[in-house]
């Protein structure tokens, strides 16, 4: 009924592989990988969790690929509203093991979002992007990928400042400095950047924008 896929290069191996999470029509979680130069899937152990977004590839990092789960899956039709702080997790999958493990969120989140949290990887770290009773913009940096004391609060900011009345979590920008967010409208797009503490709001006709950290690095296998 549902599934989330997910791309990364296991260098133990020296191989991409693709990582499926399915959560069939029976309301089972099936997971499975397939190495490039393979002959089938692998069906492993299944996830802890159902990451909440469908349309998530996972945060590529340290050779494990991350997502924001919900704890008890529902699969991708979950009513956002009804989840609660304990049923939020991090889980993290080895491409070199075909493992995964839950990594805990900042201790010091202590309410749900109004809004979906982002999670991504920029530059070397990882990074939580969030709102705070629908009034103030959170983000979240992983100093030191896997330990779960080095959540560090970079950026708490109100959306007065901002300029805005509600919105998206967005992308980080130029080492963690700038950050990209939704506006209030959904053809405006917002910069802020903590070096000034700096606003700047772009109108773009049919905003529909993702973004994704890359090096040059795919090669032909054979």
Not at 85 to 111: A, Y
Not at 125 to 145: C, G, P, R, V
Not at 181 to 201: C, I, M
Request: charged fraction near 20%; aromatic fraction near 14%.
């Amino acid at each position: 009924m549902d599934n989330v896929l997910g791309f990364g290069y296991d260098e133990s191996s020296d191989s991409y592989k693709v990582l499926a999470i399915i959560w069939d029509s029976s309301g089972t979680l099936i997971t499975q990988v397939y190495s490039f130069g393979g002959s089938s899937w692998k069906r492993i152990k299944s996830f802890p969790a159902f990451p909440f977004s469908s349309e998530d590839n996972g945060s590529f990092i340290g050779g494990t690929l991350n997502w924001i789960a919900l704890r008890t899956p529902h699969g991708g039709r979950y009513d956002w509203n009804a989840v609660t702080l304990d049923m939020l997790t991090l889980v993290s999958f080895d491409l070199k093991s075909d493992t995964s493990k839950e990594i805990p969120l900042p201790k010091g989140i202590d309410e749900i979002p109004s809004e979906e949290q982002t999670l991504g990887v920029w530059g070397n770290s990882l990074y939580l992007l969030h709102d705070y009773q629908n009034t103030h913009f959170i983000a979240w940096q992983m100093k030191e990928f896997g330990d779960e004391n080095s959540w560090t609060q970079l950026l708490k900011i109100s959306f007065h400042h901002l300029g805005v009345e509600w919105l998206f979590p967005g992308f980080v920008f130029e080492n963690g400095n700038v950050f990209m967010l939704r506006g209030s409208h959904g053809s405006e797009a917002v910069f802020y950047d903590r070096r000034d503490n700096s606003v700047k709001r772009v109108n773009i006709n049919n905003l529909d924008f993702d973004a994704f950290d890359y090096v040059e690095s795919l090669v032909q296998l054979c």
